[in-house]
């Protein structure tokens, strides 16, 4: 088959750079009413921008991570006073995605308890003894004070539908695993992973004068973003009682860390007037476990891109080529048959091997009826392809369009600040393709355009890997302080 049908056929993919500017003018807009209207997206946290807490402060790969942060000494931790000792991470099993939140919780709590048990011996920790915890979640979650967190209804495939304590579920799951002798733990400090990131960010960076740490990014299994935002921007029912202010500084203008949640359904109105979302994107999301309830992490997001490969090589496979799909290999007529991690190392010249062998390794033909050829390999490679570029253009306007919104781009001039430092991690943005490199194109573009070669800042992509777990180490000394105070 010619080359020009594939491309042909994968136009509905396509993005450029006008679409990526246009894009990223339309979510900026859009993020403003988010953060204004919104109950359920731009979720604060009581952390200020100054560092301080307020008073009332699978298929797809979701990992939790365990693990002891300690603290070597200092008033406040810093890039060389945390080490991450005992940590280990577990896969969450498809079937307890599915199960209530007490099956849930009772298998984070064993887990927990397995890492405390690990620690207790090494520290020489007793059953006396309390440990506080700090706490990542991937998931949206609504908060008073740090120690605290309702989490929300989830998504990914979690049947926790309604409102729920987390601190208290996770102390109790863990009081059924833990063994005698062992430590209670006391919950200190909850956060959103991409909260926890950007903290941990902020504290890492070596900024410069001419520098700032501006956000968080996080392109893993799920796709997400955090920046401090103006109080004053929040819908009202948002706004903490009460926050740290500088001397000086007035309560609107203070900022605090928010959970933008950027990925659920608020942000689709830019993506349809675009004609960003595809038959393929609709085909994905009408599938899933809530339809229309994460459209930007269908597009962007690791649990998601091979399943959108899948269906796009079937299509192909059937619709141009006009051959019999039933005679495809099992498990490409499987849903989650092929995975983000497999299609990411597909690519000319890949130590993986040869596209062929590759493919021919992970599907098997089932009979005669079907047999892999160099052509359909390369064919599912521009599918993946086209696929991580979208999602790079994607990730770029929306990352442009929440600084545009925080007003950092358009206040760099006055303030000095010339160079935009967005604190990225995730499995996905690092190893699918050129999904980072491409990511960092698009901004680079869109901002010469947007500003005619003149821009007075670039927003740089720079890695903060075990960001989540570090900063969630990080916010519990000042939790305790706050506490105590």
Not at 78 to 84: I, S, T, V
């Amino acid at each position: 088959m010619a080359t020009s049908d594939l491309d042909g056929f994968l136009q509905p993919l396509a993005i450029d750079d006008e679409t990526v500017l246009e894009l990223s003018r339309e979510l900026a807009s859009t993020f403003r009413k988010l953060s204004a209207e919104s109950l359920d997206q731009f979720l604060p946290t009581p952390i200020s921008e100054a560092g301080k807490s307020g008073s009332a402060p699978v298929p797809g790969g979701t990992n939790l991570r365990v693990g002891f942060v300690e603290l070597l000494g200092g008033d406040e931790p810093g890039p060389r006073e945390l080490n991450r000792l005992l940590e280990q991470s577990w896969p969450i099993q498809e079937h307890l995605k599915h199960q209530n939140s007490e099956s849930l919780f009772s298998w984070i709590g064993a887990r927990v308890a397995d890492v405390v048990h690990r620690g207790a011996a090494a520290f020489g920790l007793s059953a006396a003894d309390e440990l506080p915890m700090g706490v990542a979640f991937s998931f949206p979650m609504r908060q008073k004070s740090l120690a605290e967190a309702i989490l929300m209804p989830m998504g990914k495939g979690f049947a926790v539908t309604s409102n729920l304590d987390l601190g208290g579920h996770l102390v109790a799951g863990y009081e059924k695993h833990r063994a005698a002798g062992l430590p209670r733990i006391r919950v200190a400090a909850i956060a959103n992973d991409a909260v926890a990131t950007l903290v941990s960010f902020v504290h890492r960076f070596p900024a410069k004068s001419h520098q700032k740490a501006a956000m968080s990014l996080i392109v893993g299994t799920g796709c997400n973003a955090t920046l401090p935002l103006k109080l004053s921007t929040l819908h009202e029912s948002k706004r903490p009682a009460a926050i740290s202010v500088l001397p000086g500084q007035e309560a609107p203008d203070v900022k605090i860390a928010v959970n933008t949640e950027w990925s659920i359904k608020g942000s689709a109105p830019p993506l349809r007037k675009l004609g960003l979302i595809c038959r393929w994107d609709a085909e994905l999301d009408q599938a899933g476990e809530l339809p229309g309830f994460q459209p930007l992490e269908y597009m962007t997001a690791g649990r998601y891109l091979g399943e959108l490969a899948r269906l796009i090589f079937v299509d192909y496979y059937g619709t141009i080529l006009g051959r019999r799909v039933s005679n495809l290999p099992r498990r490409l007529l499987q849903r989650f048959g092929l995975t983000t991690t497999f299609i990411s190392h597909l690519y000319p010249d890949s130590p993986k091997g040869p596209m062929l062998s590759q493919v021919e390794q992970e599907f098997p033909p089932q009979d005669a009826s079907f047999r892999w050829t160099s052509e359909l390999a390369d064919a599912l490679y521009r599918i993946a392809k086209a696929i991580e570029l979208r999602a790079a253009g994607i990730v770029a306007a929306s990352t442009v369009g929440l600084l545009q919104c925080a007003e950092e781009i358009a206040d760099a001039p006055s303030s000095g600040i010339t160079e935009l430092a967005v604190g990225y991690t995730g499995g996905c943005i690092q190893h699918f393709q050129n999904y980072l490199e491409d990511t960092q194109r698009f901004i680079d573009r869109i901002l010469d355009i947007e500003f005619a070669g003149r821009a007075h800042a670039r927003v740089l992509l720079t890695p903060c890997h075990d960001g989540g777990i570090t900063g969630a180490g990080i916010l519990v000394p000042g939790a305790l302080a706050s506490h105590s105070t």
